[in-house]
């Protein structure tokens, strides 16, 4: 990680919560904080108290400070302007209870081996730093307190190399004016050595890791607002920690021992009683599942019942056709006599719904076992699959259109019912149906089914599916099969899905996408949502009849809820 921009760390941070993508940048900048914040609050534990605000708050405002900066950019300019504020807001909050400690600290604090120039700089470099402009502050920050090159401050501030040291230049001619202003003078070279050897100064050890924990865990618990509170509460220094000790001593001695034996034993019963908590939740799990394992035996054996039955029939209907089609010389059928044609194909008809009802069975048994997560299950899902289209591949060879549709209906059946489990558990939040769904979508024979469940899951709210509907690329499918899966996502209001119809209205090399657009987007456009009318109007000039006829009835909602936009593009369409 330590070849990544601060940005494309705070990405990952924003994202996917990567902690040890906030680590690094914690890692990378402590010193330079807390040197900062040292500076201006004069306290080693008020500078780590200040330090802390401050990557605290950036955990906080990691998104939006992310999306504002450039990518290979650095957070040096964005840290100091809010160690400056975090600062001053600590010191106008603690200056009269912590005057007269402050003032004995920098006694003990001051550094003897720095040059008197130093002291001079010292209490108003950052507010000179920060009466610079955003782009100066930021090259001078990263030149002397982060040490880092020309390149790489061209390369952070989107500049080239020149620009970088002039802009540096030009914020060390402005510092010294700043400092002029205020009666202290120095050369450029000499305020240059003087920041670089004294401005950024190592911070405690553990500093580091102990902001890291509290900022992670503030973002989750508390705000920034009340991280300072508490440590602020807690800031004392070694001198006001030993004298209340000494005094709590003398006042109430032992009686200190009584209460820490009763809050450790108060503590060990809220432990034992959080332990036990879970594990009565787990004993209610158990036997709500032991419940529903039961009711799902029961089910299975009614279906394996009602199977048996068909196949039993099944078998009876084919003995029957075999004795109608059977010996001429029988003794139960005279040679001359001619057997109806309308009771053979009633036979046939007859076995034929016997079997294709078993078939069906068997389906929709199969889904409910891959929604069970059963070992095989889904292999076996997948197995049904290829054998139907196996099927359909073999038989469907010379049959008309008509036929050839009542072919497909029929041999898919199972397949179709199966998933039909599947998604509506899914839909339920199961698991393992979710799990069979994204399988499936890898699965050419399964992958139609899949999206369809996709595109009732997006419909619900989920937001995985709805993910995986409009980036399609990524997980190894197009657009194409997934655009008319946004449809329940899209009349539900969602925007995401709504934003991914109008991008396909915007692209011209989808133009064969735009009539499933057009249907898609005709609710939401009625409702009044601009992005969907404008998508609308956009997909107004094709010359596809079909196109246009869905674009226009799609318009014709929007118009009668007065959208002036629709309206107006109707009548455009209506004169052409």
Known sequence: MH?????????????????????ELVTRHTDFVFSAALR????????????????????????????????????AGWLHRSTRYAALNHLRDTRRRQSNERQAMEQLLTNTGSAPDWEHIKPVLDEALDSLGDEDREALLLRYFKNQDFRAIGLALG??????????SRAVDRLRDYFSQRHVTIGASGLVGLISANAVQSAPVGLAAAI??????????????????????????????????????TAIGGGIYEAHQAARLRNQNQSL?????????????????????????????????KSKSNEQELL???????????????????????????????????????????????????????????AGAFENLLAESKGEHESYSTNQTGLDDAARRELSVRTFAPINLAFKEIAEA???????????????????ELHSLATQSLGLLAGQGNDQALEMLIHPEKYGFTLSSTVNNLRLAAEAGNQKAIDALAAVAQNPSQKALWLMAADNLAK????????????????????NRNVQRAVANALQGAAANQNVNAAAALRAMNSQ
């Open 273 to 305: 009683q959080q332990q036990l908590a879970p594990l009565a939740d787990q004993v209610q799990q158990l036997r709500q599942q032991r419940d529903l394992a039961a009711s799902q035996q029961a089910s299975l054996a009614d279906e394996l019942a």
């Open 40 to 75: 201006q609050v004069e306290s080693p534990d008020l500078a780590g108290d200040v330090a802390q605000s401050v990557f605290t708050d950036l955990a906080r405002k990691a998104r939006p400070v992310a999306e504002k900066m450039p990518g290979q950019g650095s957070l």
């Open 159 to 168: 500049t080239s190399d020149d620009t970088a040291q002039k802009r540096v």
């Open 3 to 23: 070849d990544r921009s601060d940005i494309q760390l705070l990405q990952d941070y924003a994202v996917t919560g990567s902690e040890a993508a906030f680590r």
């Open 212 to 249: 890291t924990t509290a900022a992670l865990a503030g973002t989750a618990a508390v705000s920034t607002s009340t991280v300072i509170a508490a440590t602020k509460t807690i800031a004392m220094t070694t001198l006001q920690k030993t004298l209340v000790t000494a005094a709590l001593t």
């Open 524 to 543: 939401a456009a009625a409702d009044g949502n601009t992005v969907a009318v404008d998508a609308l109007i956009t997909m107004s000039s094709s010359t």
């Open 316 to 374: 009876k209907l084919r003995n029957e056709i075999t004795q109608l089609r059977g010996n001429p010389a029988s003794d139960s059928m005279p040679a001359n006599t001619m057997i109806p044609t309308a009771q053979v194909e009633t036979t046939r008809t007859s076995a034929a719904s016997a079997e294709q009802a078993a078939r069906e069975a068997a389906g929709r048994a199969l889904g409910r076992a891959v929604v069970r997560g059963d």
């Open 426 to 444: 899914a839909v339920n939040g199961s698991q393992p149906a979710l799990d069979a769904v994204i399988r499936a979508i890898q699965t050419p």
